[in-house]
């Protein structure tokens, strides 16, 4: 609850201004402005390749960047202020597992040198398993199921309907 004020008296004391979502602002149109200027170098032999090609996407990223940018500085110039966060589900009093985090990341960093020598669908499922694995999940072999068939589909989604070939690996012939 706010303090009370006596009647006939204004409460004088300015919005303080949070100058660090000023700088996410700057953040994210400098990421847009690197995005446009990236994209606009695109080689056009590349460009013509798939589909809807590599060139519409990124500038639709760009422009939600800049106009989530735009709207942040609007609120926070208003005198708008994000919330706390409350926690939801989380435990906030808990410390950081950096134990996990690490192995996440050692599971990341597998995954991107394996793709190339195991091909999509085998390294994203064991990707998946291990993430899965390591997040708490029960079953490696059913996650790593999961993931297989996740992969499967995302590799046939990018073949057919994007007409982009992932690397296919040890099961190329099969796939």
Known sequence: MSAAVAPGATDLAPRRRDLSQLGVCALLLGLS?????????????????????????????????????????????????????????????????????????LVFAANVLLVERLGWVVSAALFFGATAKVLGGRSLLRAIAVGAVLSSLTFYFFWVVLGIQLPPGILDGIL
Request: aromatic share 2%; proline share 4%; net charge negative.
């Open 33 to 105: 402005a690197l995005v446009v200027t990236d994209t606009a170098t695109l080689s056009q032999g590349l460009v013509d390749e798939g589909v809807v090609g590599p060139r519409p996407v990124p500038y639709v990223v760009a422009a939600g960047l800049a106009l989530t940018a735009v709207v942040l500085a609007v609120d926070v110039l208003r005198g708008g202020r994000g919330e706390a966060e409350g926690g939801e589900d989380v435990d906030v009093s808990a410390r950081t597992d950096w134990a996990r985090l690490g192995t996440l990341g």
